[in-house]
């Protein structure tokens, strides 16, 4: 009797595991492979500094906003997270492009500043959503006596899909298409 006891107790705390919540599974995201860049093999034109934002921006969450229902709140997907806050994502990507870039001619090193201003999706309607990238740079020059000079951009992209998996992909194309104009604006800033 007390083996069936023993056996029934057994089987009972086995099946009632398998009733138990299970914790969330959460997505982790990146901005997916840098472009292919050419190596220049020469002295860097900038000095890069961590990218900079406000503290909205500072954890891991993917943001989001219903602009149809409440613009001024913003979310984030419960179980879909960035690998590390926006801004670290940027300086990495940042770093891996402008690597490859050669110095201006004759020209010491400038420090180039870049603050991250909003990162995310914004639906306009359940079905319909776009991301937002904001953000403005500021280079430093070198020599004390010289004007920082500075620069601003907001680029919108369509997401492919109302969900954290369209608002990563959005972002990061939106990333990629921004680092081609800032290293125009670059080159004439720093270098003319």
């Given amino acids: 009797m007390r083996a069936f006891f023993c056996t029934l107790i057994a089987a009972l705390s086995l099946s009632a595991c398998s009733f138990a919540p299970t914790a969330p599974v959460r997505i982790i995201y990146d901005l997916g492979p840098a472009p292919a860049t050419t190596a220049s093999g020469g002295a860097l034109a900038w000095r ?51 690597a490859a870039t050669p110095a201006c001619a004759g020209k010491p090193a400038a420090l180039l500043a870049i603050n991250l201003d909003e990162f995310e999706q914004v639906f306009t309607s359940p079905a319909s959503s776009h991301v937002v990238l904001r953000l403005h740079a500021t280079l430093w020059p070198v020599n004390a006596g010289g004007a920082a000079q500075q620069q601003h951009w907001r680029i919108e992209r369509p997401a492919e899909s109302p969900d954290a998996p369209g608002a990563v992909r959005a972002l990061a194309q939106a990333v990629d298409d921004w680092l081609p104009q800032l290293g125009g604006w670059l080159a004439s800033a720093a270098c003319h």
């Avoid at 954890?59 to 613009?71: K, N």
């Fill in 48 to 98: 890069i500094a961590d990218v900079t934002a406000p503290p909205w921006l500072n954890g891991e969450g993917i943001a989001y906003r219903l602009s149809f229902q409440q613009a001024q709140r913003l979310e984030h997907y419960r179980d879909s997270l960035w690998a590390a806050p926006p801004a670290a994502l940027l300086t990495q990507r940042l770093r891996d492009q402008l």
